[in-house]
């Protein structure tokens, strides 16, 4: 996609990646902090975000003069086609992953919560037809869809948290340390992984509509997320006691349950599947997106869409392997959040780091010949 | 711009495309669903559990009128080996489609619950078809006979029952309590969980009134064939005019005693009462730090567990303590603000202070009880009384039963760092040591719709 055919504003750069940062708290994302750090998982959480953001200050503070170019370009100016392909693979791993990760625990999540007779396949059909057809009338219809619904999405978010106030047990709040101060610390780079979804936005560079490096946008971004995230999770660990809130593989939709809305509306709990659904699928499309993109840019490809529908698929496909859920969670959890996606958080960093020394170095060289 | 709105309506149809999902394989009629409203937790003959389903059939809600005959509720109860098995086989042999989304109330029975509660409380804990509000509650004797003994006399619908019953912040006598609290109590092992006690009424005046009624009825039915004599039908009738003499006699000394003691100290199923409804939900059942079946608290007991939890709006109380004049005074009480708690650990003791305030409404003052000049000795005598009997339930729960019921664990959380330096075991101990001290606050505030009461102002 070039500048011509679309060019996102701020706040669709805003609701895309705010999404993305939210999204995971309807996979267990609460629950998996908890496991980490006990009933100190939200100070886990705020000391990846902040870790997180400054990285991404760190890094937007490098790469402002190369505003428009995303990382692959970047390596490729400096280092080739061998720079493309290195960082472009390890970016498709990321994603690829991401998306299967995302769809596999999501529609286990609906078939657990709602449609308890539905074949996990059927379930599936749906979100591929969706997120397919949402990708392939493009980033700007889905950027607009993004700036319409997420507002909504967070809105309802919020809701569930201020409507769990009568189930807020203060006590579950102490010890403050949780599992100890050794256990935080040990995890901290996997709650920094938390946020790496932000490095979309260097993704997003050569169709962003300004003229200079979107910061303000990340940055907002990331403390809408962030906080959002933050609060969904102290919500959670305050109304589901320690160490009963490392069993629930669905946290969102456990607080949701005893949220007081729930109470009023008999079971309005599933009503909320609706939007997180809608975020789901929202998320997935862009992430789709972006894998074709990548996969565009670096095999160099003139088209990107009758890749589409055959990566859909295929992600879909990959995120069924294993069958069993238990060890898609456990591989989930082991090779994606505590080792692959902290560590991809560190890419944009990496190559605008490196880029910029072989820049200098280059130049020093030719001044050297001079 | 009419591409772009095309556009976005196409879009938002595929986002909401999935929520046509609820229409294909999970999509039923309601007239093929049976909505459980309440399920029973039995120990089984042959197999581990004997489940029983209480059930609404929707097709008769709209037709019937209260009676046995096109009543909306049935019960029915099979044998398994859990939960779900007994889903299962239920399945093979009711039309209906069993669903668990309304269900109100799970009741154990307590010889399930002296065996530990955790597996069979996991059963439905660990199920989203169950509502996380779902009721809990053990009953003396079989759950089944309990949810059988359910006729509700003001409404039709037993779920508006449960719900009226087990929700109410006015029902003092039993703790409000739901199966996602137990089940976080069970887990964290901080709190003892207590369970409303449910039962049967097997008191005699119900006993007696039902024998009265079936015998009404074999008098009707022999009336109309004609065939008894005079003489043979009086005998047993001047029988049992003796025996329900002699059971008066007993009764009123029986219930002489118990008023002197205290006039709340029933369990469930021992009120003395007359009622169609048979089914009884009073006082409370407390369970150990394994998880069984501890003890069970009277009535009046779980009206000061309720009081220094603050789990209630207002609750009727009648002083058993006499006026000078032997007169009894009733009040009611509303809670002045939350109670507070404060926790002291001196050489592994922990010393625990309660803060009680209430403010009070008289409701009943003996005419001869000079409410004017009484008012502060009124406020003292309540005081005394409450301080007293809540001290002593305190003390037992602590040195009998061994049971931390109110989670005051929880509050020493705030001292420890991390998890690691919480120790409950250690705890279980110092608990049975506990000193308490309670101090309650009572303010009399209104005297109903008189000034004093008392005879002559």
Same mark, same amino acid.
């Given at each position: ?370 | ?226 065939? +008894? =004599? #005079? @003489? $043979? ?6 029988? !049992?005019?003796? &025996?329900? %003499? +002699? =059971? #008066? @006699? $007993? ?6 005693? !118990?008023?002197? &003691?205290? %006039? ?194």
């Amino acid at each position: 996609m070039t500048k011509n055919e679309t060019a996102l504003g701020t706040k669709e750069i805003v609701c895309i990646l705010a999404n993305q940062i939210t999204v995971k708290l309807y996979i267990g994302q609460a629950r998996l902090f908890s496991s980490w750090a006990g009933n100190a998982a939200w100070l886990l959480y705020l000391i990846g975000f902040l870790c997180q953001i400054g990285i991404f200050l760190l890094t937007a503070y490098i790469y402002k003069k190369d505003y428009d170019l995303d990382p692959i370009d970047l390596a490729g100016s400096e280092f080739g086609r061998a720079g493309e392909l290195i960082v472009g693979f390890l970016f498709l791993i990321y994603v690829l992953f991401s998306f299967s990760s995302l769809t596999r625990l999501y529609v286990e999540a609906l078939k657990a919560a709602i449609f308890q007779y539905s074949p996990v396949w059927y379930i599936l059909l749906f979100f591929l037809i969706s997120v397919g057809v949402i990708t392939y009338l493009g980033l700007s219809t889905s950027s607009a869809l993004h700036v319409i619904l997420f507002p909504i999405i967070l809105i309802m978010m919020l809701l569930i948290c201020i409507f769990s106030y009568n189930r807020v047990d203060p006590t579950n709040f102490f010890p403050i340390f949780g599992t100890g101060i050794a256990s935080i610390a040990s995890k901290i780079p996997e709650s920094m992984g938390a946020s790496t979804e932000i490095l979309f936005l260097y993704f997003f560079l050569p169709i962003h509509n300004g003229n200079k490096f979107p910061k303000k946008a990340g940055m907002i971004a990331l403390l809408i997320g962030g906080v959002s995230t933050l609060i969904s999770i102290l919500t959670y660990i305050l109304t589901v006691a320690y160490p009963a809130s490392t069993q629930y593989f669905l946290s969102m939709y456990q607080i949701s349950r005893l949220s007081l809305l729930g109470k009023i509306l008999n079971r309005a709990e599933d009503l909320f599947e609706i939007f997180w659904m809608a975020s789901v699928i929202l998320a997935l499309s862009i992430k789709l997106w972006l894998i074709v993109f990548i996969l565009k840019k670096t095999l160099r490809l003139p088209n990107d869409k009758p890749l589409i529908w055959p990566v859909c698929i295929l992600g879909f496909a990959l995120g069924f392997f294993p069958v069993s859920l238990h060890d898609t969670i456990s591989i989930y959890e082991s090779f994606y959040t505590e080792n692959l996606r902290w560590v991809i958080a560190f890419l944009p960093l990496l190559v605008v780091l490196a880029a910029k020394i072989k820049k200098k170095i280059g130049g020093k060289n030719h001044a050297g010949t001079l | 711009m009419r591409e772009l709105f095309k556009k976005a309506v196409i879009l938002c149809l595929i986002v909401l495309l999935p929520l046509s999902l609820s229409g294909c394989y999970d999509y039923r009629e309601p007239e093929d669903v049976s909505f459980v409203i309440a399920i029973g937790v039995d120990k089984g003959e042959n197999m581990a559990y004997k489940i029983t389903f209480q059930g609404m059939a929707t097709s008769k809600i709209k037709s019937s009128e209260q009676g046995t005959e096109g009543h909306p509720v049935y019960n029915t109860a099979i044998e398994a080996a859990d939960f779900q098995n007994a889903v299962d086989l239920a399945n093979s042999f009711l039309a209906d489609f069993l669903s668990f989304a309304q269900t109100k109330l799970i009741v154990f029975s307590e010889d399930v619950a002296k065996e530990g509660l955790e597996e069979p409380l996991f059963f439905f804990a660990r199920n989203s078809e169950f509502s996380a509000d779902a009721y809990v509650a053990i009953s003396r004797g079989s759950a089944y006979d309990f949810l059988s003994s359910v006729q509700p006399i003001l409404t039709q619908n037993p779920s508006k029952f449960y719900e009226m019953i087990f929700e109410s912040n006015d029902e003092e006598y039993i703790p409000i309590i739901n199966i996602t609290e137990v089940y976080y109590d069970i887990m964290s092992g901080e709190r003892q969980p207590v369970f409303p006690l449910v039962a049967v009424n097997n008191s005699k005046l119900n006993q007696e009134t039902q024998d009265d009624k079936e015998s009404k009825k074999e008098e009707n039915a022999e009336g109309k064939s004609g065939q +008894q =004599s #005079d @003489q $043979s039908e009086s005998e047993p009738n001047e029988g !049992k005019m003796q &025996e329900a %003499s +002699q =059971s #008066d @006699q $007993s009764d009123e000394q029986s219930s002489t005693e !118990k008023s002197s &003691e205290s %006039s709340e100290n029933y369990l469930a199923g021992d009120l003395e009462r007359v009622s169609e409804n048979n089914a009884e939900i009073l006082g409370m059942a407390i369970l150990s730090r394994e998880h069984s079946l501890a003890a069970t608290a009277t009535a009046a007991e779980t009206k000061y567990y309720n009081m220094v939890n603050g789990d209630f709006d207002q609750l009727g109380f009648s002083l058993d303590q006499k006026t000078e004049n032997g007169e009894a005074i009733s009040v009611s009480l509303t809670g002045l603000g939350k109670p507070l708690y404060s926790i002291k650990m001196e050489n592994d003791i922990p010393h625990i202070t309660i803060g009680l305030s209430f403010l009070v409404d008289t409701i009943y003052l003996a005419e001869t009880y000079h409410y004017a000049e009484n008012r502060h000795t009124l406020e003292n005598l309540l005081e005394e009384y409450l301080t007293k009997n809540i001290t002593d339930f305190l003390y037992k729960t602590s040195q009998d039963y061994k049971s931390d019921i109110f989670g005051f664990f929880k509050l020493t959380k705030k001292q420890y760092w991390d998890y690691g330096q919480l120790d409950l075991d250690k705890w279980a101990e110092q608990y049975e040591n506990a000193e308490f001290t309670v101090q309650v606050d009572v303010t009399h505030k209104r005297s109903g719709i008189m000034y004093d009461t008392s005879l002559g102002g």
